[in-house]
Structure formats: structure tokens, C-alpha cells
């Protein structure tokens, strides 16, 4: 029904910033929910932020606010992750997903996925 792709990551050094892109493709509904998520070697992947497809009403992680900031281009279909005061413990890949429950945060509350896009922050 939809289809995600991640770009934009990269090496980046502590305190500096980076913007992550996810388009969308396919047939797509107004009432879905888009969200990003990360993973770490070893570690479970977790939630990082999300909006509506409509592109209000972001909500995010208490690891990230403040820092990071979702947006969307409803014209380009595409969603935005802007990375701000990057920290080594931001390193992991990125993924964004899309699904119909309200304000999920849990991976199991997500339909789809994209293939993630590696993001390193050196100190």
C-alpha cells in the first residue's frame, strides 16, 4: 500500500547537525501516522519521533527533544528528521515507518518500514 525510503545519513562529528529524508510512495491514506525509529548494535530499535500525515502534531522521545524535529512535505510526500547537537549515543540507523494507530510509539504499532540509512557521530 505504501512504500518508505530513508536517505541522507552520513559521519557527522558531536555537536554538529544532519537532516534525514523519508519518501513515500504508493497509494497513501491522509489519517496515517509517519514516524521515525533508531537502532543501535545490540540494542532493540526505538522510537525517535512521529506526525501526522498531514504534518502536525509532532511528538518525540525524551532522548531527543529539543534537539531533533520532524517535518513534512506534504507536497513531496516526504517526511524530515533534522538532527540538532548530535551525540555519540545518537549513532545507529535510522529508520522511518507509517501506520493507522494514534501517536504510536511502539515498533509493533507500525505496517511499514523502509530499509534505514546510517547515521555516526564521531567525538
Known amino acids: 500500500q505504501v512504500q518508505l525510503a530513508e536517505s541522507g545519513g552520513g559521519l557527522v562529528q558531536a555537536g554538529g547537525s544532519l537532516r534525514l529524508s523519508c519518501a513515500a510512495s504508493?497509494?497513501?491514506?491522509?489519517?496515517?501516522?509517519m514516524g521515525w525509529f533508531r537502532q543501535a548494535p545490540g540494542k532493540e530499535r526505538e522510537f525517535v519521533g512521529g506526525i501526522r500525515w498531514s504534518g502536525t502534531s509532532p511528538y518525540y522521545a525524551d532522548s531527543v527533544k529539543g534537539r531533533f524535529t520532524i517535518s513534512r512535505d506534504n507536497a513531496k510526500n516526504t517526511m524530515y528528521l533534522q538532527m540538532n547537537s548530535l551525540k555519540p549515543e545518537d549513532t545507529a540507523v535510522y529508520y522511518c515507518?507509517?501506520?493507522?494507530?494514534?501517536?504510536?510509539?511502539?515498533?509493533?504499532?507500525?505496517?511499514?518500514w523502509g530499509q534505514g540509512t546510517q547515521v555516526t557521530v564521531s567525538s
Open positions: 515507518a507509517a501506520g493507522l494507530k494514534f501517536r504510536p510509539i511502539q515498533v509493533k504499532e507500525y505496517d511499514y
Open positions: 504508493g497509494r497513501t491514506f491522509s489519517n496515517y501516522y
